[in-house]
């Protein structure tokens, strides 16, 4: 049985939503807290048993390439100024996993995106990780469809319950509850109306994904916005391939808008032991100022 080892984070998107800071600076380096959201997700990866990541960039995202290399002159600054703990947290950086990398010539959607990625694939099963979403779970949750593929090989996405009027903005399941959390997957639809949406069940940023994806993709016209959906791929495949959704447990953060964003930074601070109480109590003095 093949074992996933290789993981994919498309990060080619412009961050349109995080205008005007993302206009020099790509959204998945904006750091929640002192880190950037990128490195979250490559964390997450690390822990669940990815051994090599292949990031899908376009143009502007060389800062991305740079941060998970060596910073000599960085290293050697700190190590002359005795600033120990902090050389460990930047050496750690570049030795996290053997990082790769492929360009996204032109922005066609997540669908090309991912195709980017057959030669790093090749015939092996293969996690598709989007930088945009972070989760606080207990247990990595793309651990947990990683140990669900090695039990049982299938395509596995990733769900959680969106407000009915957020559906248009959501890839959406039609499933069949065969577990506590899990759902074998009967049908998928990219941004439906909110009257046509088969559930209120949206895909968000996991995924298990086997290399027929590839041969999907090339046969999949582009959709809304003139971009190639890997929802209409993975559609596709269904009937000749198993597909399933495992609904998260645990808290999502689409760090992809400002509200996200800023969500990811509060929570994410709060957990801090060396911030977390100043922080609550500063949230507290503007609660307090605004209900005066």
Do not use: C
């Amino acid at each position: 049985m093949k074992k996933v080892k290789k993981a994919v984070i498309p990060v080619a998107g412009l961050g349109t939503r995080l205008l005007p800071a993302t206009k020099t600076q790509p959204k998945e380096m904006l750091p929640i807290v002192d880190k950037p959201a990128v490195q979250y997700v490559v964390e997450e990866a690390i822990t669940s048993g990815i051994e090599s990541i292949l990031f899908v960039t376009g143009r502007g995202k060389r800062a991305i390439e740079d941060y998970f290399d060596y910073s000599v002159e960085l290293e050697q600054e700190l190590e002359n100024r005795g600033k120990e703990e902090l050389l460990d947290e930047i050496k750690k950086v570049g030795n996290l996993v053997p990082v790769y990398y492929v360009r996204q010539k032109s922005p066609r959607g997540l669908g090309d995106a991912v195709y980017q990625a057959r030669e790093f694939v090749g015939e092996e099963p293969f996690a598709l990780i989007l930088a945009d979403d972070i989760f606080v779970t207990p247990s990595p949750l793309l651990g947990e469809i990683m140990e669900l593929y090695r039990q049982k090989p299938a395509i596995y996405l990733t769900v959680t319950p969106v407000p009915p009027q957020d559906v248009s903005s959501w890839g959406v399941i039609k499933g069949e509850k065969v577990g506590e959390a899990l759902y074998r997957v009967e049908d998928l639809v990219e941004k439906p109306e909110k009257d046509k949406a088969p559930s209120s069940l949206a895909i968000v940023g996991r995924y298990v994904l086997t290399p027929s994806i590839f041969e999907a993709i090339e046969r999949t016209p582009p959709g809304r916005g003139g971009e190639i959906q890997l929802t209409d791929a993975i559609r596709a495949l269904l009937g000749r391939e198993e597909v399933y959704a495992l609904e998260l447990r645990g808290k999502h953060f689409g760090v992809g808008d400002k509200v996200g964003y800023l969500k990811a930074n509060i929570a994410f601070a709060l957990e801090r032991e060396d911030i977390g109480e100043e922080i609550k109590t500063f949230l507290r003095e503007i609660l307090q100022e605004d209900d005066r």
